[in-house]
């Protein structure tokens, strides 16, 4: 069983910064996909960034040059860093990491940080 747990979140104002962290406990086997989830008002998940086994990175229009993700395999830890923020940023984050590894599908979801964004 992975586990992930998610830190860094807070309040900040608009125009500040954040870096959000993501570690990894368990057996993480060979899962490589991961990305970074926002939680908005609308309770729907929706993937703010992404970053494969290759290091391809993807990120939602959005956050597009003011988001950055990266991963340190040595310490299982994934990172959102998080520039020039806006309200419409404000959600929790979820740290998720999925993939298939030996004809199974893995999925995890962390518990999610809080991010709030004021004007």
């Known amino acids: 069983q992975v586990q992930l747990v998610e830190s860094g979140g807070g309040l900040v104002q608009a125009g500040g910064s954040l870096r959000l962290s993501c570690a990894a406990s368990?057996?993480?086997?060979?899962?490589?996909?991961m990305g970074w989830y926002r939680q908005g008002p609308g309770l729907q998940r929706d993937v703010v960034a992404s970053?494969?086994?290759?290091?391809?990175?993807n990120y939602a229009d959005s956050v597009k040059g003011r988001f950055t993700i990266s991963r340190d395999n040595a310490n299982n830890t994934l990172y959102l860093q998080m520039t020039s923020l806006k309200p419409e940023d404000t959600g929790v984050y979820y740290c998720?990491?999925?993939?298939?590894?030996?004809?199974?599908?893995?999925?995890?979801w962390g518990q999610g940080t809080q991010v709030t964004v004021s004007s």
């Open positions: 970053i494969t086994a290759a290091v391809n990175t």
């Open positions: 998720r990491r999925w993939g298939v590894v030996g004809g199974r599908w893995l999925d995890y």
């Open positions: 368990g057996s993480i086997f060979s899962i490589n996909n």
